[in-house]
Nanobody, 127 residues
Framework: QVQLVESGGGLVQAGDSLRLSCVAS????????VAWFRQAPGKEREFVAA????????SYTDAVKGRFTIFVDNAKTTVYLQMNSLKPEDTAVYYC????????????????????WGQGTQVTVSS
């Protein structure tokens, strides 16, 4: 099974930008979609963004639309999350994961539909 490794987190001020990276170890990305989730202290893990491999269609939660962009490099080995205009409420541990559903026809926002979770990378936005 692929192991995903996230990096790029850090401590920034409100309004700053960060770019997170997600690299697949063991095999290339090959399933229906790859997604970014985040988990703030005391809260459940929530969907942030996803990219469908077949057509590169992207999907975002409303809270990050217009500020975050999910994209992949030309070699399809690294998935990025570009985060602009960061807000304190974006503070969380960010995870990438693969959609495990062989029958998938649309993006899922459910954590139970994803596996190959990485260890996460901490993003802290100060006000």
């Amino acid at each position: 099974q692929v192991q995903l490794v996230e990096s790029g987190g850090g401590l920034v001020q409100a309004g700053d930008s960060l770019r997170l990276s997600c690299v697949a170890s063991g095999r290339a990305f090959s399933r229906y979609a790859v997604a970014w989730f985040r988990q703030a202290p005391g809260k459940e893990r929530e969907f942030v963004a996803a990219l469908i491999w077949r057509n590169f269609i992207t999907s975002y939660t409303d809270a990050v639309k217009g500020r975050f962009t999910i994209f992949v490099d030309n070699a399809k080995t690294t998935v990025y999350l570009q985060m602009n205009s960061l807000k304190p409420e974006d503070t969380a541990v960010y995870y990438c994961a693969e959609d495990r559903r062989s029958w998938a026809m649309a993006v899922s926002v459910l954590t139970s539909d994803y596996d190959a979770w990485g260890q996460g990378t901490q993003v802290t936005v100060s006000s």
